[in-house]
């Protein structure tokens, strides 16, 4: 029904920058929230950022500043923008999208696969 593809990931030096994408593709009427979380290695899946269908957007304390979500509402994409990287954001990142689909009663929600950030130090 709804398939979320992440791109962009990588290795970078620390100090370094990385964009992230995702493109939410299918069946899909309406996208509201978007978002993008993270699981270190060893470690529980956390939120990142997260950006409303009207552009709010809110992000965890240790991104806010170096981290910058964004969406393209007539691609059904949505992009994080990793600035000032530190060898702590090194992780797998997941997209996440709440969507409701053609035919839809309501919105479900739906995960990426993943895409490997990995910053040296």
């Known amino acids: 029904q709804v398939q979320l593809v992440e791109s962009g990931g990588g290795l970078v030096q620390a100090g370094g920058s990385l964009r992230l994408s995702c493109a939410a593709s299918?069946?899909?009427?309406?996208?509201?929230?978007m978002g993008w979380y993270r699981q270190p290695p060893g470690k529980q899946r956390e939120l990142v950022a997260r950006?409303?269908?009207?552009?709010?957007?809110n992000y965890a304390d240790s991104v806010k500043g170096r981290f910058t979500i964004s969406r393209d509402n007539a691609k059904n994409t949505v992009y994080l923008q990793m600035n000032s990287l530190k060898p702590e954001d090194t992780a797998v990142y997941y997209c996440?999208?709440?969507?409701?689909?053609?035919?839809?009663?309501?919105?479900?929600?739906?995960w990426g696969k993943g895409t490997l950030v990995t910053v040296s130090s």
């Open positions: 996440n999208a709440d969507v409701v689909v053609v035919g839809g009663v309501g919105g479900m929600n739906y």
């Open positions: 299918g069946s899909i009427f309406k996208i509201y929230a």
């Open positions: 950006i409303q269908s009207g552009g709010s957007t």
